[in-house]
Each structure stands twice: as structure tokens, then as C-alpha cells.
């Protein structure tokens, strides 16, 4: 089996609240749809096809006028916020055809991200992004990572993600060791607002911390929780608590004795061989670091982590290059952990399946 692609009917992360200031445009790929944003004067953060409807010049390099309307660099036509074309100065007093206008994207701003919705607008409502409720919530202290331009397919980091036998060799000495590797799966699966999820759930007792888990949670030996779930193809939420042996069971909260994180991937697929993965790494406010007792555990986190993500991008990084090599006779073996990751792709795959059918639907009504 190739690559999978991205299923265009699901929420993914364009960018935090604050890179999105009044007035100011950005331009994005999400699953191969050239997109224009911005923020109005109003609040609402906007989004339209990027091409303008002229000749397809990137309206992303153009500019907001004082009155709102975003002007064409090239010919100078102006759109107003709801992507109309209100003016084309070659000729300012003739009719402007109805066809000059721009397509939308539903954005919906929440939990301090912006999301955005490349698919069909008709099925738009059917799903909802994933909470991310730490990112703003005074009681966590959240590090939002940069957004990296990985060349590899999403699905590549969501199989990295829901599996982590690869924490030994790829890891080893950083936040993993082969006894982490051999730690049993269990698998919950579900739906929430319309997404399908698949979780891995690995608990273990007695386990001796790898070094980077004691510098930002303290205990060496813990019983431990972690947890791993594809929310959606656009996001995936990773929950660890540690506590001293016979202790976990209380939460990981403000004051509690779990100690750990929640850290959040956001997978937004340009196309079948680059995606956009950013993390956002939180940790009850209150909870300092044993490696600098001065730092939150999530900042202290945040300048080690990225070693780790390295090791991880390199990885992404080889596997995408062999799939350039035709599939001919090769096959990929499952192994009992990959159960995970297994279900990941079918869940992708029915999604596929679900909007081609929708399209096909919809080109037979027409
Ligand atoms: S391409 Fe935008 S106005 Fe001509
Ligand atoms: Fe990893």
C-alpha cells in the first residue's frame, strides 16, 4: 500500500489565535487548496481560495485596504469579506460579473487555534475540532513548538505518534529505553463530534524513568500512564502521568502528585508528501522542573524536546523517500503494537472512501 491521502472533510490547524492579528494577510496549503487568510476588523479570522479569480495571482501577496477590502496585487481587483469582487479598476464604473468572487473555507477559532475546513462546506457542521482546553486555561502552562515544513505524508507522524516501540532505538537515552518498547497496548476507539478516534493506552508499573521524563517530572521510579490518540486525521493528543509507585489514580492537575503532560501534535497535510506538525507542550502551572526547579516543567520540556523531534523528522524523513520506489512485490509486516497505527489508516481509509462516494453521489444529482 502507498501513501495515504488526507481526507479534505476534517478540522486541521492553520495557526494559534495570535498568528492571526487584525489586518494582516497569511497564505496556506491545506490537502492542496491554496488559501488566503486573515483576520477582519470585525474578529472573525476569514478564509477564501487564494487564487484570485482574474488570473490566479496569490491574493496572500496582495494587501487589505483601510476599508476592508483586500486588493489583487496584480490588477488591482478588490474584494470585499464576504469574497466578493466590489471593484476592478480598469473599469470603475462597469458591472462586475457575478462569477468574480472568491471561494470560502469554514474557519472555526477555538481553544486559542484556528482551524480550518478544506472539504465539502455542505458537510462542514457534521464534524468539530478537537478541544485543546490547556493551551488557554490559566491553571496549565502551555509551549507552543514551531510549525515545521516536514516533507513526509501526515499519516507517516500519526503511525510515529500512535507507536511508541520506536522509542528504543530511535530514542533510546532520551526519553525512551527497550523496556518502554515492551510495555502492553491497549486500544480504545470511539467518536466524538463527529470524529473517529483510536487511542493506545500503555500502563506500567515500577518502571525505571528514562533520563529527560525525570529532569521535568522528578520521580525516577513511577507507575505510569500514557496515552496516545488520533483525535482526527488533523490531531493527535498524547497524555502522560507519572506518580511515585501506588499513587497514580488522582489526575494530572494543579497540585496533584501526577506529574506529566499533555502534548498535542497538530498534522495539517500540504499534500500527499508535506504536512505542517507543530506540538504544544502542557503541564499543570504549578508543576516546576526537577531539572531547573526555576522553570515550568512544560518550558523546561520545550528546550529539550526538540532534540527528540529531530530524531523523529529524520525518521519521517527516510521512510518517505523509499516510498518513491514502486511497491512491486514489497509488503509491510504488522507487529502486536502496530494494532494501533493499524487502525489509524483503516479509519483514514474509510473517510476516503466516504467522501469519494459523497462526490460521486454528487456529480450523479447534477
Ligand atoms: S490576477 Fe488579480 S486582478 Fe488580475
Ligand atoms: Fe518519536
Known sequence: MGLISAPRNCWYVVGTSEEFPTGELTGHVVCNRPIVMWRAKEGDVLAYDDRCAHKRFPLSKGRLMEDGTLEC?????????????????????GPISPQAKLKPFPVIEQDGLVWIW?????????????????????????????????????????ENLLDIT????????????????????????????????????????????????????????????????????????????????GELGGGLAKGSVERGYVLLHSHTPINDRRHIWRW?????VDHMSAGDPSMPAAERAATMFPNVVEEDKFALDQQQAMFDYPEEDYQEVFLKPDKGLRRARQIVQE???????????AQAAE
Not at 478588490?78 to 473599469?91: E, N, Q
Not at 537515552?173 to 470524529?195: K, Q, T
Not at 504544544?280 to 499543570?284: A, I, L, N
Request: glycine share 6%; proline share 10%.
Open 166 to 245: 520506536h522509542f528504543y532505538p530511535l530514542h533510546d537515552g532520551n526519553i525512551g529505553d527497550v523496556a518502554n518498547s515492551r510495555i502492553p497496548i491497549e486500544l480504545d476507539e470511539g467518536e466524538v463530534d463527529g470524529n473517529r478516534y483510536v487511542k493506545t493506552i500503555r500502563k506500567v508499573q515500577n518502571y525505571e524513568q528514562p533520563p529527560y521524563l525525570v529532569d521535568w517530572f522528578h520521580y525516577e521510579t513511577v507507575d505510569r500512564e500514557h496515552t496516545h490518540c488520533m483525535q482526527s486525521p488533523g490531531m493527535t493528543r498524547v497524555v502522560m502521568r507519572n506518580a511515585p509507585p
Open 118 to 158: 478544506p472539504g465539502d462546506i455542505a458537510q462542514a457542521e457534521t464534524r468539530k475540532p478537537p478541544r485543546t482546553p490547556e493551551i488557554t486555561d490559566p491553571d496549565w502552562t502551555t509551549v507552543v513548538g514551531e510549525a515545521m515544513d516536514t516533507p513526509a505524508n501526515y499519516m507517516l507522524l500519526i
Open 351 to 361: 473517510m476516503l472512501r466516504e467522501e469519494q462516494a459523497g462526490r460521486q453521489q
Open 73 to 93: 496585487a496584480y490588477h488591482g481587483m478588490r474584494y470585499d469579506v464576504t469574497g466578493k469582487c466590489v471593484l476592478i479598476p480598469s473599469h470603475p464604473t
Open 280 to 284: 504544544y507542550m502542557s503541564t499543570p
